[in-house]
């Protein structure tokens, strides 16, 4: 099993910025592609940014050039760097990983964790 656990999210005034992670923990032999998406009170999850094992990124319209995505590969932790916060990127965040273990590929989830843009 795997295990991917977010920490960084809270409350930030609109123009500020925020640092989210996400570390994959367990019977982990590659991690193919490590990815943010989020979900706001009576909207459906949207995608928010990836980054792949060849290292090249995606980033959602909304946030291109305000977000960075990067990766640990050693440490098998993801990060999202945001800046330049708006009241419409409030949302739980989640972290999404495609991991190879096994001969299996899989997709796993976090929990979750909550980001709140506002004066």
């Known amino acids: 099993q795997v295990q991917l656990v977010e920490s960084g999210g809270g409350l930030v005034q609109p123009g500020g910025s925020l640092r989210l992670s996400c570390a994959a923990s367990g019977s982990i032999f590659r991690l193919n592609y490590m990815g943010w998406y989020r979900q706001s009170p009576g909207k459906q999850r949207e995608f928010v940014a990836a980054?792949?094992?060849?290292?090249?990124?995606k980033y959602s319209d909304s946030v291109e050039g305000r977000f960075t995505i990067s990766r640990d590969n050693p440490k098998n932790t993801v990060y999202l760097q945001m800046n330049s916060l708006k009241p419409d990127d409030t949302a739980v965040y989640y972290c999404?990983?495609?991991?190879?273990?096994?001969?299996?590929?899989?997709?796993?989830w976090g929990q979750g964790t909550q980001v709140t843009v506002s004066s």
């Open positions: 980054i792949f094992s060849s290292d090249s990124t």
């Open positions: 999404t990983a495609e991991v190879v273990a096994a001969g299996l590929v899989t997709a796993y």
